[in-house]
């Protein structure tokens, strides 16, 4: 019953969810890329608290429905971790968790066969939120040389795929923080492209094997009617003699 509530729900929420994540992209970009003031930038802010109000909402409403309540709570430290720790003052770079949290909601989902576009998708929305929390958090430092969103972005490129060129390169505490978590998205995206090219390869050849087979058998099937035939035949030939 809990369970089913809770799928429910889930499914109620997932699409505003993604409608939020959405809003707060754009907001949280243009925090970074056009640093707004007066109107516009109330209007950012008030869209990035929009969307952490409507992806808390859904904690404390999963949390209400799950029973055991207490298990389920263990259980997704993770998630009240993003939902509180991007709101704290000195944590506020970390506001990009929240729609990385949200898009990967819709990977528990996903058919074995849909988890190459949606790795594919969520690598490219990784590189883009990561080269801006890198730029929010190099640009105007002492001895940084990511000041442009063009320098961040080939940054996250080379980085999550483990190139890691040098040419550009994180200075400040919260940069290599963001580094090492894009660094670890690049290996677990290399880990998801094996499982799914390897997993589509043992289904072909599972597949061929299972065509051969079914070919074997209605080959000898078609053997056993021949011989049948031609045992009718004898017995024929021999009555009528």
Known sequence: MYGERLARWERIIDWPLM???VAFLIAYAAQILFQPAGLAAAVAEGAIYATWAM?????????VIAQPRWQWFYRHLLDLAIVVLP???????????T???????????LLRGRVLTYTVGAT???????????LDAERGQPGSNIET???ALWWAIVTITTVGYGDF?????LGRLIAFALMLG??????VVTATLASWIVERVSLETQTSATATEEQVEALRTEIADLKDMIRGLSRSR
Do not use: K, N, S
């Open 124 to 134: 490219a929305l990784t590189i883009i939120i990561a080269g801006l929390a890198v």
């Open 149 to 151: 969103f063009g320098e």
């Open 99 to 109: 729609v990385l949290a949200i898009v990967h909601r819709g990977a528990g989902t």
């Open 87 to 97: 709101m704290l003052r000195p944590l506020r770079l970390m506001r990009f968790l």
């Open 169 to 173: 390169y994180p200075v400040t505490d």
């Open 55 to 63: 992806f808390a909402l859904d904690y404390v409403v999963r949390l």
């Open 186 to 191: 690049g290996i677990a995206l290399i880990g």
């Open 19 to 21: 409608g939020a994540a």
